[in-house]
């Protein structure tokens, strides 16, 4: 152990003496010294890692308790992982049970290698925890100088699978007096040619000015992934019951666009009110007035439209939007306002819920950005349904405050520990 020590010491002083004397002879930069500097630190980790290993090796051989039950079948057999200081290559012996005739790699079982994994669970763990970020090549160069392929960054996502919405510790009951439930949905390509909506539903309860026009959700949580409006709704009011004390909570709104999907969380989220996302009322509002001061005889209707429809004057506002159809010339612009005044009415619940009592503001569009839009919908790129399901679960995840590295080790611990009571059920 001292050799690798002095062997460290010596190869820091090395890289030191040089990059100074590169740097007097003006032969090097700060950024050719950060790339050497990176080289022997990973140079380093391998050397460290080998001597480990070779001195577990030693402590095996020399056991009492492997002496009259293993014995050594080959010496030397080479394995080759790849970890974040680059490729790793080393020798174990490979032992026979003589007591019972089988043939085992102790070392391998002793530090946790699997049989036939070629990346070690550490970096495993950090690919996973990149790739909810960036591509499956970007993530796997930021996490190790070895060379891998998409391929195997997507073998570890699918082996990681997908990670339940409601896996995180909730932690004990809130009380509050208002939940806020927001939901919206990605287009998403996939590998068919065709788009998926993935479904994102986020809880909070509350709401802190960070600076002018910029707000954060308190105690929010992300529900997402390949699954039933009506499973996604009963995880959600799985949630709801065991964060909250629902004996304290006087209103629980569902905000969303007016899909029927989300207006049916309010047969599932017991007591549950509906309000229509102002941002898409904004939108048909537009579609019915914004040509309307460009006719040749112009009318601008918005600003009492509006008035209308936030006073809950239903019957006034109807008309108005008659007078803008009677008023437009086209036939194609006419049937979209149609359409705008159909959304008005199948949503005019929503829409009084909007500017009841509590003034609601909607932020769905913005969440649905941050969290699927930026990995799953934004770059030209096709999914399978399995992978965007996972991928829209990690990123949910990370967005809750769970570590997907973390997760990955859980996971991977919790498996051995199966396979172990599974090997002695069998005995």
């Known amino acids: 152990m001292n050799n690798i020590i002095q062997l460290i010491a010596e190869k820091v002083k090395k890289e030191i003496e040089e990059s100074v004397i590169k740097v007097l002879e003006d032969d090097a930069k700060l950024d050719n010294i950060i ?167 986020y809880v909070y309860d509350d709401k802190i000015e960070v600076n002018k026009g910029r707000t954060k959700l308190e105690n929010v949580r992300y529900f997402t992934g390949e699954m039933t409006p009506e499973d996604i709704w009963t995880e959600v009011a799985t949630y709801i019951d065991e964060a909250y004390d629902l004996d304290k909570v006087r209103n629980i709104y569902i905000a969303g666009d007016g899909a029927n999907w989300i207006k049916g969380g309010t047969q599932i989220i017991k007591d549950s009110k509906y309000v229509l996302d102002h941002y898409h009322l904004s939108k048909y509002i537009k579609k019915i007035t914004a040509h309307l001061p460009g006719l040749e005889e112009p009318a601008d209707i918005e600003k009492p439209l509006w008035q209308f429809i936030r006073r809950g004057k239903k019957k006034f506002a109807l008309e108005l939007i008659d007078y803008a159809i009677e008023k437009t010339p086209s036939e194609s612009k006419r049937n979209s306002i149609k359409d705008a005044k159909k959304y008005i009415l199948n949503n005019w619940e929503g829409i009084n819920n909007l500017f009841g ?29 399995e992978g965007v399901d996972e991928m829209a679960r990690m990123r949910a995840y990370k967005a809750n405050g769970g570590s997907i590295k973390e997760y990955y080790r859980n996971q991977r611990i919790e498996k051995k520990n199966e396979e172990r009571i599974l090997k002695l059920d069998k005995k």
């Open 35 to 201: 790339e050497s500097v990176g080289e022997m630190v990973n140079n380093i980790g391998l050397d460290t890692i080998g001597a480990i290993i070779d001195e577990l090796n030693y402590n095996v051989k020399k056991a009492p308790e492997r002496s009259g039950i293993y014995h050594i079948h080959k010496s030397n057999v080479p394995r080759t992982l790849v970890t974040r200081f680059g490729e790793l290559e080393f020798n174990r012996p490979y032992y026979k049970n003589i007591r019972d005739n089988h043939y085992v790699y102790i070392l391998d079982e002793l530090l946790g290698i699997e049989k036939y994994e070629r990346v070690e669970g550490n970096l495993k763990g950090d690919i996973l925890d990149k790739a909810a970020d960036v591509s499956y090549q970007k993530a796997a160069e930021l996490s190790t100088p070895a060379y891998l392929t998409r391929q195997t960054v997507k073998n570890i996502i699918r082996e990681n699978g997908k990670i339940d919405n409601l896996d995180l510790e909730i932690g004990e009951k809130k009380e509050v007096d208002t939940i806020y439930i927001e939901a919206d949905e990605d287009h998403v390509s996939l590998q068919t040619g065709k788009n998926k909506e993935m479904k994102l539903i």
């Open 357 to 385: 009592e509590e003034k609601y503001r909607c932020s769905a569009e913005g969440h649905i950005s941050h969290i699927l839009s930026d990995r799953l919908s934004s770059r030209p790129m096709g999914w399978s349904l």
